[in-house]
Each structure stands twice: as structure tokens, then as C-alpha cells.
């Protein structure tokens, strides 16, 4: 899988694949995305944040990313 989903791609990913599955939004099925949803993380809705922070941290345990940001870190305490 290449580091951008296609429209094809993104409805072929379950939701379970995403950051945000309620939203269908920061999908990370590779840990390219994982990265892109830490880099990307700033834009995220402040009250979904904390959510968001958690299931980097998850994705990124399960595909060997060491997430860096603090905020994310921050976040995911919450």
C-alpha cells in the first residue's frame, strides 16, 4: 500500500482502520499513515483529540512507530 489511498481505497479500509471511525478520517492501515496522522494531528477537532492521541498510539504500537510529538503524548493521557 502506497502512502496516499485512493477514493477506492479509502472505502475498501474498514472502519476499524481509522482514527476516527465515526468520521471515516485518519485512516492508518500502514505505519506511513500512522505518521501522517501524527503529522496531521493538529487539525483535528480539539474535543476528538484525545480520541485521535489513543488510537495513534495504538496503531503505532502495532506497526512499530515511535511517536515523537508531544502533543500527541499529552493528548493521549487524557
Do not use: W
Amino acid at each position: 500500500m502506497s502512502d496516499v489511498l485512493n477514493s477506492e481505497e479509502r472505502k475498501e479500509l474498514p472502519d476499524s482502520m481509522y482514527g476516527l471511525p465515526e468520521r471515516r478520517e485518519y485512516p492508518m492501515p500502514d505505519a506511513a499513515h500512522v505518521r501522517a496522522a501524527e503529522a496531521y494531528f493538529r487539525y483535528c477537532p480539539e474535543d476528538l483529540k484525545p480520541k485521535l492521541a489513543k488510537a495513534i498510539l495504538r496503531f503505532a504500537t502495532e506497526y512499530g512507530v515511535d511517536v515523537q510529538s508531544p502533543t500527541v503524548l499529552s493528548y493521549a493521557e487524557q
